[in-house]
Nanobody, 119 residues
Framework: QVPLKESGGGSVRSGGSLRLSCAVS?????LAWFRQGPGKEREGVAR???????IYADSVKGRFTISRDSAKRTLYLQMDSLQPADTGMYYC????????????????WGQGTQVTVSA
């Protein structure tokens, strides 16, 4: 079974919204969303620490919200006011508690879901 599986990507116009989901099959205590735009390096977008603390990249603060439904074993990324610069492959990442360092380093990765924002 794939430990992390993303869904919810798609194509939207600038100003639109999308909600990404990541099905979490194993026990992970810290989780995050990353993205990689065309010709760009992968960057951290939002992370949720083992204590529940949420950290966002400056570029998405006030527009994106990370959340977790433990009962459904799902991680979400609500993305509002999307801009063309938000285009990219979005990845879910996670680590068990022993590997949670409060950084952007994670042990396990999903395969990604594509988000495309047009002007």
């Amino acid at each position: 079974q794939v430990p992390l599986k993303e869904s919810g990507g798609g194509s939207v116009r600038s100003g639109g919204s999308l909600r990404l989901s990541c099905a979490v099959s194993s026990s992970f205590d810290c989780l995050a969303w990353f993205r990689q735009g065309p010709g760009k390096e992968r960057e951290g977008v939002a992370r949720l620490g083992a204590t529940g603390a949420k950290i966002y990249a400056d570029s998405v603060k006030g527009r994106f919200t990370i959340s977790r439904d433990s009962a459904k074993r799902t991680l979400y990324l609500q993305m509002d006011s999307l801009q063309p610069a938000d285009t990219g492959m979005y990845y879910c990442a996670a680590s068990p508690r022993a590997f949670c360092r409060g950084t952007w380093e994670f042990a396990t990765w999903g395969q990604g879901t594509q988000v495309t924002v047009s002007a």
